[in-house]
């Protein structure tokens, strides 16, 4: 797991890569998480005629309880609202009732203003927008250059009719899909008991979100209209409380997990908390033992062998880390955050060259992982071509945001590129993007 810290981005030619607050929070990145919600997701955005291949679940790194979406391939979930939720029917109406603000059409009347909710300064905008109400207005400043008023007035835009119509089709999505839709109430729940507090103690979703308790009775209401024939579904059970266990582990105190790993719902799930607290604490020999453990269970599972090729490689055990990577790599080959931790572990035994391809591949599957375009540029570096180290950098440094050290990167890259190669087009990209950003 990782964190990915990403602001405003590159021009039309790097179109909705996304966008997320400066400072403390960010993205929480880890491949088995968000493989997790995928299969969680997945009957929810059927049932709302999305593609689960084009709409992407992502982890904010916030413990405040909040979701929600920006364009129409992301929903943003806190993973405080994660960790608060205790069954995998209750994730799943959250993304119902972001779902449904994407599948009817609110998404469009809210960006109405800005040129399209899909670019990656329109995402930037409102998600700065976002990090001021939630308290980092400091950081908003520096996201949204100067539009972080009209993006929180457009984000922010929810009118009581489309929450009404959101919570509306999200019952009938869940119903749809077999969901239980108690689902939906145990999160109304949660929300609606935000109220009785304090303005200054509410979480986000409080007040952004109008009436918590008026949108309780109604749903409520509209529960008992449909006979709720959903049933559990241990697939999706199993997957919740994967992900939920996962957080928790690297979210909390080695001491919590340890306290409650007994709890967890399967003996793969319980190694692998433990591993992870075992390996918050520097001990190398019982992280390993408990990892070994799980993949026991679990013999060709790619992201446990994730996570024991990422004991290894911060436990500088590059060599096996490497090994590690490689089968996890062969197991889920277009999984970009596993080609990533394949590709660090290369740079960290000093195998630039056999870095590269691997990183390359791990770009193509998402370039918006600016940890992954860092290592990839000091590959480039230590392989000798440093203009593609430095075109790299310069598409990181947009990425983040950062125009100034983009252009003087991108520049740099020109001199050293072929002239009219494909990477010197790139490099002479982010430059216009640079000039464009100064003249606003």
């Not at 929300?191 to 009436?211: K, N, S, V, W």
């Not at 001990?283 to 390993?288: D, E, I, R, V």
Request: hydrophobic letters at 45%; proline letters at 4%; a positive charge.
């Amino acid at each position: 797991m990782h964190r990915a810290l990403v602001r405003l981005g590159l021009a039309a030619c790097l179109v909705a890569a996304t966008a997320f607050a400066a400072q403390a929070r960010g993205l929480l990145r880890d491949a088995d998480i968000e493989y997790a919600l995928k299969q969680v997701a997945t009957p929810v955005l059927r049932a709302a005629g999305l593609s689960p291949s084009s709409v992407r679940i992502l982890v904010v790194n916030d413990n405040t309880l909040n979701a929600f979406v920006a364009d129409t391939q992301h929903i943003f979930i806190n993973y405080g609202l994660l960790l608060k939720l205790d069954s995998a029917p209750a994730l799943q109406a959250v993304i119902a009732h972001e779902a449904a603000h994407i599948a009817n059409g609110h998404l469009t009347r809210r960006a109405g203003n800005l040129r399209t909710a899909r670019t990656v300064a329109g995402l930037g905008a409102v998600l700065a927008a976002a990090a001021a109400v939630s308290g980092s207005p400091q950081a908003a400043a520096g996201l949204a250059l100067g539009t972080a008023g009209s993006a929180r007035r457009v984000f922010f835009g929810h009118t009581r009719a489309e929450e009404s119509s959101a919570d509306q089709t999200s019952i009938r999505l869940l119903v749809r899909a077999g969901i239980p839709v108690q689902g939906a109430l145990d999160v109304m729940e949660i929300f609606a008991g935000q109220e009785l507090l304090r303005p200054g103690r509410q979480d986000p979703y409080a007040r952004t979100h109008p009436l918590s308790r008026d949108r309780l009775r109604a749903l409520r209401a509209q529960a008992q209209a449909f006979e709720d024939r959903g049933k559990p579904n241990p697939a999706g059970e199993y997957w919740f409380q994967r992900a939920k266990g996962k957080l928790s582990a690297f979210t909390r105190a080695p001491g919590w997990t340890f306290r409650r790993s007994k709890e967890s719902p399967s003996a793969d799930i319980r190694h692998m908390r433990e591993a992870i607290a075992y390996h918050r604490q520097s001990n190398l020999k019982k992280a390993t033992a408990s990892i070994d453990k799980a993949l026991a269970l679990r013999k060709n599972d790619p992201f446990l062998l994730e996570l024991k090729g990422q004991i290894q490689l911060e436990s500088r055990q590059y060599a096996a880390a490497v090994a590690t990577y490689k089968r996890a790599s062969a197991l889920a080959p277009g999984e970009a955050l596993i080609l990533g931790g394949y590709g660090r572990a290369l740079l960290a035994a000093k195998q630039y060259r056999a870095a590269l391809p691997i990183l390359e591949r791990a770009r193509a599957a998402d370039f918006r992982d600016a940890r992954i375009l860092r290592d990839l540029s000091v590959a480039y570096a230590r392989s000798g071509q440093n203009g593609m180290a430095s075109l790299v950098t310069a598409e990181r440094y947009a990425l983040q945001g950062r125009l100034k050290d983009a252009e003087l990167h991108a520049k740099r890259a020109v001199d050293l590129l072929p002239p009219g190669s494909g990477p010197a087009r790139r490099a002479q990209d982010v430059l216009s993007a640079a000039k464009r950003a100064k003249r606003r």
